[in-house]
Nanobody, 124 residues
Framework: QVQLVESGGGLVQNGGSLRLSCAAS????????MAWFRQAPGSEREFVATISRTGGTTYYADFVKGRFTISRDNAKNTVYLQMNSLNPEDTAVYSC?????????????????WGQGIRVAVSS
């Protein structure tokens, strides 16, 4: 049974930082590309960042470039999202996802497995 479990969310002030973690189990973590998505209230789920199997390649949505960093530790079966310079527009439920297809995938439908999501709220 595959499980992706996010942690590290919460409430932070404008300009603050948070580090999200996503611990995976029940799958061979090192062969999956991992990604973070987010969904704000009343909005569709949107792509945030993705990372290759080895961690050597990353890709970000334009709205997070320079502020967020995705990384992974295959020994710990965990992917991270370091979020700096947060602003109220970053308020959303953040979810990690896993897929085995080749190449960068920014569409939610491409992902096989999902975490339950964790809330991030940024106060103004």
């Amino acid at each position: 049974q595959v499980q992706l479990v996010e942690s590290g969310g919460g409430l932070v002030q404008n300009g603050g930082s948070l580090r999200l973690s996503c611990a995976a189990s029940g799958l061979t973590f090192s062969i999956y590309r991992m990604a973070w998505f987010r969904q704000a209230p009343g909005s569709e789920r949107e792509f945030v960042a993705t990372i290759s199997r080895t961690g050597g390649t990353t890709y970000y949505a334009d709205f997070v470039k320079g502020r967020f960093t995705i990384s992974r530790d295959n020994a710990k079966n965990t992917v991270y999202l370091q979020m700096n310079s947060l602003n109220p527009e970053d308020t959303a439920v953040y979810s990690c996802a896993a897929q085995k297809t080749l190449g960068i995938q920014r569409t939610p439908a491409a992902y096989e497995y999902w975490g339950q999501g964790i809330r991030v709220a940024v106060s103004s």
